[in-house]
Structure formats: structure tokens, C-alpha cells
């Protein structure tokens, strides 16, 4: 895939997004459209994930996260597009960590 058609989107998610499922269901998507990244619990409640793929498809995966699986709620979803950097393929769940901001 050429870098020029690539976009990669950071998203942090806020709502009822730990304990039910969550990750396992942007994992889970992710890998039906195909794009690549990673997603992962923050210590302060919130869902954070990075996903590259072509720019239709990181917007389809955003509108799945927005509305989360049965148990979650989700109250908004913060993005920030960035330059694409060919992560490595696939698409995984990543250890708890602070919040980054």
C-alpha cells in the first residue's frame, strides 16, 4: 500500500469503556476492515487506541468506537490524524498505562 493513501488516527475514548469488552471489540473490528494498530486501557479510565489503515476505513472503525459494544456507553471520542508511519501489521490489544496527557 502506498504511504500516501495510508492515515493513522489516535482516539481517546471516554464513557463506560473498561470492563466491558471494549477492547476486545475494537480488536475485533479493527481486524474485519483490516487496518493495523493497537488499543489499551488508560490508568484514568479512558481508552486509548492508534489505528492506520486507508482513511475510509480508520473512519468506519471510529464510528464502530463511537458507538462500542452492547454493555459500554461512550461519551466522546477525541482524534488527532497524524502522518501515517507503517506500523507493524495487525491489530492488538496493549498493556494498562498512565495517561498520556
Given at each position: ?19 466491558v469488552g471494549f ?48 454493555m459500554s456507553v ?15 501489521k495487525g491489530f ?10
Open positions: 500500500m502506498e504511504n500516501a493513501e495510508l492515515s493513522q488516527v489516535r482516539a481517546l475514548v471516554e464513557g463506560r469503556v473498561q470492563g477492547r476486545y471489540f475494537v480488536r475485533q473490528a479493527a481486524a474485519e476492515i483490516g487496518i493495523s494498530g493497537w488499543v489499551r486501557n488508560l490508568s484514568d479510565g479512558r481508552v486509548e487506541l492508534m489505528a492506520e489503515g486507508k482513511r475510509q476505513d480508520c473512519d468506519r472503525l471510529l464510528s464502530l468506537v463511537n458507538q462500542g459494544p452492547n461512550v461519551s466522546a471520542v477525541h482524534t488527532t490524524w497524524r502522518e501515517p508511519s507503517e506500523m507493524e492488538r490489544i496493549k498493556p494498562t498505562a498512565k495517561s498520556p496527557d
